[in-house]
């Protein structure tokens, strides 16, 4: 789903708890998300190093 909807040009992504809206993601939620990512990977494989 959330592939299509950034096909579409989609900058938000409701997320539902049941009937209920618990969130809404955004574009920046995710690159953030990535971004912590890449940074931990690279700070483990420093560490790896030492």
Same mark, same amino acid.
């Given at each position: $789903? !959330? @592939? #299509? #909807?950034?096909? /579409?040009?989609?900058?938000?992504?409701?997320? $539902? &708890?049941?009937? +209920? *809206? @618990? +969130? !809404? !993601?955004? +574009?920046? &939620? !995710? $690159?953030? *998300? *990535? *971004? +912590?990512?890449? /940074?931990?990977? /690279?700070?483990? @494989?420093? /560490? @790896? #190093?030492?």
């Amino acid at each position: $789903m !959330i @592939a #299509k #909807k950034a096909n /579409q040009g989609v900058e938000t992504v409701p997320v $539902m &708890d049941g009937a +209920r *809206l @618990a +969130r !809404i !993601i955004t +574009r920046s &939620d !995710i $690159m953030n *998300l *990535l *971004l +912590r990512g890449a /940074q931990e990977r /690279q700070n483990h @494989a420093t /560490q @790896a #190093k030492t």
